[in-house]
Nanobody, 120 residues
C-alpha cells in the first residue's frame, strides 16, 4: 500500500494562498483517483477535491473556483492549490486514494495531515 505524506500547510491571512503537496512512497500512476480531504474542529471529515488518473476533477461547492487539484505522476505527488482562503477553510487537510471523486469514499490509510489555519 502506498504511504502518503502531506505538507505545505501553515498560517495565512484571509485572501491568501497556500499550495499543499501529497508525496507518495510509490507510483500513483495506476491509482484511479486521488482526493484531498479536510476536517475542521468539531466537524466530520469531508472530500474537498478529487482527481482521476485521466485528469478529471471535482470540487466541493465551498471551494469551487478557489482550489485546484492536480497530480504529477512522474513525481508521485498530488497538489492542492488554494487561493482566496477564508477562515472557514481552517482545517487539517489530508490526501488519500478515492473510490470516486464525487463522494466521500477514501480508500487507504490516513496520514498525519497538514494544518491550514486562515486568520480573519
Amino acid at each position: 500500500q502506498v504511504q502518503l505524506v502531506e505538507s505545505g500547510g501553515g498560517l495565512v491571512q484571509a485572501g491568501g494562498s497556500l499550495r499543499l503537496s501529497c508525496a507518495a512512497s510509490g507510483s500513483i500512476s495506476s491509482i484511479p483517483a486521488m482526493g484531498w480531504y479536510r476536517q475542521a474542529p468539531g466537524k466530520q471529515r469531508e472530500l474537498v477535491a478529487g482527481i482521476t488518473s485521466s485528469g478529471r476533477t471535482n470540487y466541493a461547492d465551498s471551494v469551487k473556483g478557489r482550489f485546484t487539484i492536480s497530480r504529477d505522476n512522474a513525481k508521485n505527488t498530488v497538489y492542492l492549490q488554494m487561493n482566496s482562503l477564508q477562515p472557514a477553510d481552517t482545517a487539517v487537510y489530508y490526501c488519500n486514494t478515492a473510490g470516486d471523486i464525487f463522494n466521500f469514499r477514501p480508500g487507504g490509510s490516513w496520514g498525519q495531515g497538514t494544518q491550514v489555519t486562515v486568520s480573519s
